[in-house]
């Protein structure tokens, strides 16, 4: 499990019930916890599971964190957690965002006149931890959240495509013109891209998918601090219940 803020990484560990941090052996230069998390299979499987945070936030970083991780691990399965901004028109604060496609907008041209043309590298999410988290029930991962919700209602899973890029992303008219490109998309985010792209460059190649909760709607972004520990810990328990 990656993530890319503090935040993100403890909202995963509160869900781990005993984890340890691991002593630093000079392999690489990153820190990692472990933990056993027993399942709910008939056979009675326990897995490893190993978290991480990146120590700066972005997709250069998190492309070279992903393939520390498979480099020293040898990952089954890798999964991005933490928190995005929404479609105001498709989410709500506090839902859950899972990818079924990423379109990385890091790759462009900025021609003498007129807005900087980008050059959309899609990638796509493995196809087993998809199917698995589309066939998870809400009180599976809902019955798992312990921050109090700042505002009414309950959270919903949203599974479509999300756009990964190096920018914060605050611009209503941007944010537009994403909508006419991709009909299907449902959030925007900072780190997807680099991992899929990190991960495809190693030999392993394990299975990735992205889970984030919706802490702002990417205009005016008072929402994100009230929201936070909540879109964490949404993410985080959805991400324990897969």
């Known amino acids: 499990i990656i993530t890319a803020l503090e935040a993100e990484r403890d909202a995963v560990l509160a ?12 392999l690489d230069t990153h820190t990692y916890y472990e933990a056993a998390v027993p399942s709910s299979r008939a056979d009675g ?15 250069i970083m998190a492309a070279q964190k992903a393939q520390a991780v ?8 890798v999964l991005l957690i933490g928190i995005a901004c929404g479609l105001p028109d498709k989410t ?26 980008i050059r959309w590298i899609v990638h796509q999410v493995g196809a087993n931890l998809l199917d698995t988290a589309l ?10 959240i312990t921050v109090p919700r700042p505002g009414d209602g309950q959270p919903v899973r ?24 991709w009909a299907k998309l449902v959030g925007i985010e900072m780190e997807a891209g680099g991992i899929a792209s990190g991960l495809l460059n190693t030999p392993d190649h394990p299975e990735f998918l ?9 205009v005016g972004k008072e929402s994100v601090e009230q929201w936070r520990p909540y879109a964490c810990d949404a993410a985080a328990s959805f991400a324990l219940a897969l």
């Open 70 to 77: 498979v480099a020293r691990w040898h990952p089954r399965n």
């Open 210 to 218: 992205m889970i984030k909760g919706v802490s702002d709607h990417g």
């Open 158 to 181: 949203h599974a479509n495509v999300i756009a990964s890029g190096g920018e914060v992303v605050s611009n209503e008219t941007l944010i537009k013109t994403w909508k006419r490109q």
């Open 135 to 144: 066939n998870l029930a809400p009180h599976e991962w809902i019955d798992l």
């Open 92 to 117: 709500n604060l506090g839902d859950v965002l899972v990818s079924t496609q990423i379109a990385d907008y890091v790759i462009g041209k900025v021609p003498p006149k007129g807005p900087r043309e």
């Open 15 to 26: 869900k781990l019930a005993s984890y340890r941090k691991l002593e630093k052996d000079g």
């Open 45 to 59: 499987t326990s897995y490893r599971v190993i978290v991480t945070s990146l120590a700066v936030m972005g997709p």
